[in-house]
């Protein structure tokens, strides 16, 4: 069977739109089918099963803001940018950093790994009226306006601040609106790539924790909702304050489906565990004496006795209080010996709690203690330690803080995505535990490259954007953790892309004329564009952007073999997930080359239709379908 894939299909990236509405009429379709006709909704019928007929419409509790519906819109939109890769990439890399607008590259990611993301942590800007963000200020541009908002950069390579980041002033009269716009469709994307275990953890502070939550609710569900944690980030109160002195921020989380994310226990402490002790050489070990009483209110009447000690001294429990037990099952513990009753036998009777029998870690509190989880102060210091004493980023997160989420919410070969990357923290305390424990997590982390000010430290440092950082960064851990553990790190590496215009021409259904329309027609002879700039192979960008395509990820490009000559034409083969391979082939098509595809047998073969030249092109092409799609062949052809 054969598969002939459209321009205007590679040109953009997958509608996500589209397959969470698929997901949708799919769930209707299997719990109320009669609500279904021909993939219409009856809306009526659906309110009158939910037993909604009677709400008035105009009346229901949601969150609205002023430019929610273009909000909206942003979600819907589909993409005509890439990511390409770093010329000096390594050959293999399991991670990531992605240079590019945030909202454009979860755009660009929804294809290669839609569902495949066990969490995400961002520090998104908190909105104090200081801090600037992205956000689009006209819904209503054109695509070519579109391409040079997201991707066009000054003479000096950077992105221009002035037109993208703009300072949201809380005297704006849409201060909060703005933000809410600015994070709906980023959480929106953000939820698509989540594990349906997946979870996401957001750094946030008072300005805008309120609507935060609601808009959590809106996307993610208010049953998904997990709870809020406190950080303290400070461990010393600021006496020069108005009113109260803040120490804490706060982490929103949400599960992509709560009932089945179930955390991770935290490793218990050394001091937890030295509560127990064996004072009466056990051989079942370590113990330590709990309390054998409970509230009074709620007992039995068999758990209201007078007890009596193995050397005949009575006990009784406090006033308002009952045994734990009734009599019979106390004198079962005291024959066990599951009760101590002090050294010299006249304590009040403790159950003895062995170490054995409690849980191998501990759950976890809503309340993040600076000394469990590190400070501002902390985080400063670490990154001061990497930048050779200087301090290039002013407000990132400590490891520390970071590890937390990470022990619990990912296993060993978790995907883990920052797309508000800033300093690099997350890419840090991932490659750090992969150390630690022998992992394979890997990390995607998306910065845009910000301009720093000139007057900045970092700037005085060599560094142009906060992306500058965030690399500098991520290098500067891996070359320090190759140095200290060379036996496990051999491989350890980071892949850099930017967020760039599809290698491929776009097609654009918007022209007005005809002498447009032919002008169209005339580009697509041939599907690539010409010209690429030549900071990276153009085949390999353009393999990097198939392979995106195709759902195998940008770091597919590094599961691609050394490229072989095949009947005197370069081949591309990728290892699929089911372990099938895919060709890829951009040089001039010959027959000998048929002839190899079809003794070889892969799973898929990608070429270009400029691969088909000369006065027989078309021939070549329709051979090669009909000869690829033979009974007993079945190899997929696309022909971009």
């Known amino acids: 069977m054969t598969n002939t894939a459209h321009l205007?299909?590679?040109?953009?990236?997958?509608?996500?739109?589209?397959?969470?509405?698929?997901?949708?009429?799919?769930?209707?379709?299997?719990?109320?089918?009669?609500?279904?006709?021909?993939?219409?909704?009856?809306i009526e019928k659906l309110k009158e099963l939910l037993g909604q007929e009677r709400i008035a419409p105009a009346e229901h509790y949601e969150l609205n803001w002023a430019g929610k519906t273009e909000a909206r819109r942003e979600i819907q939109k589909t993409s005509s940018h890439t990511l390409r890769p770093d010329a000096n990439n390594p050959a293999h890399a399991q991670h990531m950093l992605i240079e590019g607008e945030n909202l454009e590259v979860l755009r660009v990611l929804q294809k290669s790994y839609y569902g495949k993301v066990k969490m995400i942590y961002i520090d998104p800007p908190y909105n104090t009226g200081?801090?600037?963000?992205?956000?689009?200020?006209?819904?209503?541009?054109?695509?070519?306006?579109?391409q040079k908002r997201t991707g066009e950069k000054s003479a000096e390579g950077y992105l221009n601040k002035q037109s993208l980041w703009k300072k949201n002033s809380k005297e704006s009269g849409q201060y909060h609106s703005a933000w809410l716009s600015m994070m709906y469709p980023r959480l929106y994307l953000a939820r698509n790539l989540l594990r349906d275990d997946g979870v996401i953890f957001?750094?946030?502070?008072?300005?805008?924790?309120?609507?935060?939550?609601?808009?959590?609710?809106?996307?993610?569900?208010?049953?998904?909702?997990?709870?809020?944690?406190?950080?303290?980030?400070?461990?010393?109160?600021?006496?020069?304050?108005?009113w109260f002195s803040e120490v804490h921020d706060y982490v929103i989380v949400y599960a992509k489906n709560k009932l089945n994310w179930q955390p991770n226990l935290l490793e218990r402490t050394e001091e937890m565990n030295a509560r127990y002790r064996n004072l009466d050489n056990d051989p079942r070990g370590d113990w330590k004496p709990v309390d054998s009483t409970a509230q009074g209110g709620h007992g039995t009447a068999g758990q209201f006795y007078t007890f009596t000690a193995p050397n005949g001294k009575q006990h009784n429990p406090p006033s308002g209080r009952c045994w734990l037990y009734t009599h019979e099952v106390m004198?079962?513990?005291?024959?066990?010996?599951?009760?101590?009753?002090?050294?010299?036998?006249?304590?009040?009777?403790?159950?003895?709690?062995?170490?054995?029998?409690?849980?191998?870690?501990?759950?976890?509190?809503?309340?993040?203690?600076?000394?469990?989880?590190?400070?501002?102060?902390?985080?400063?210091?670490?990154?001061?330690?990497?930048?050779d004493d200087t301090t290039p980023f002013e407000t990132p997160k400590p490891t520390r803080l970071i590890n937390r989420m990470l022990q619990l919410a990912t296993s060993?070969?978790?995907?883990?995505?920052?797309?508000?990357?800033?300093?690099?923290?997350?890419?840090?305390s991932v490659i750090e535990l992969n150390v630690k424990d022998g992992g394979n997590r890997q990390c995607i982390s998306v910065q845009m490259p910000e301009v720093l000010d000139e007057t900045s430290e970092a700037y005085k440092a060599g560094y142009r954007t906060i992306a500058d950082i965030t690399r500098a960064r991520i290098d500067k851990v891996i070359a320090k953790l190759k140095a200290e553990h060379p036996d496990k790190t051999a491989d350890l590496a980071c892949a850099h892309f930017t967020l760039a215009p599809s290698n491929f021409k776009v097609w654009r259904g918007d022209v007005g004329s005809a002498d447009a329309l032919r002008e169209q027609l005339a580009l697509f002879q041939s599907a690539e564009k010409a010209g690429q700039p030549q900071a990276t192979d153009a085949q390999t960008a353009m393999l990097t952007e198939l392979l995106l395509k195709h759902g195998l990820g940008a770091l597919g490009v590094h599961a691609v073999s050394a490229p072989k000559q095949v009947a005197g034409v370069t081949v591309h083969r990728v290892l699929m997930p089911d372990d099938k391979a895919m060709w890829l082939c951009f040089d001039t098509y010959t027959d000998a080359l048929k002839d190899e595809i079809v003794k070889a047998q892969p799973?898929?073969?990608?070429?270009?239709?400029?691969?088909?030249?000369?006065?027989?092109?078309?021939?070549?092409?329709?051979?090669?379908q009909l000869e690829l799609g033979a009974p007993g062949r079945d190899i997929g052809l696309t022909v971009i």
Not at 337 to 342: K, P
Not at 352 to 376: D, S
Not at 412 to 428: C, E, I, K, Q, R
């Open 331 to 387: 004198q079962k513990m005291v024959a066990d010996n599951r009760i101590w009753f002090g050294a010299d036998g006249n304590n009040m009777p403790a159950i003895k709690r062995f170490i054995t029998e409690v849980k191998q870690g501990m759950a976890c509190k809503t309340l993040w203690r600076y000394e469990e989880v590190g400070h501002n102060q902390e985080a400063k210091k670490e990154i001061k330690e990497l930048f």
């Open 603 to 624: 799973a898929q073969v990608v070429m270009l239709n400029s691969c088909f030249v000369g006065d027989k092109a078309d021939e070549q092409l329709s051979n090669l």
């Open 412 to 428: 060993n070969d978790s995907v883990v995505l920052d797309f508000f990357a800033g300093s690099g923290t997350t890419a840090h």
């Open 202 to 242: 957001i750094s946030i502070d008072d300005n805008e924790a309120a609507n935060l939550k609601l808009l959590c609710d809106e996307i993610f569900g208010g049953e998904n909702f997990v709870d809020v944690v406190i950080w303290e980030k400070r461990y010393s109160p600021q006496n020069a304050v108005q």
């Open 130 to 146: 200081n801090d600037s963000f992205v956000y689009p200020d006209d819904y209503s541009e054109t695509l070519d306006e579109y």
């Open 8 to 42: 205007t299909e590679l040109g953009h990236s997958p509608d996500a739109l589209a397959q969470r509405q698929a997901d949708l009429l799919a769930l209707l379709r299997q719990t109320a089918p009669e609500v279904l006709s021909d993939n219409q909704i009856n």
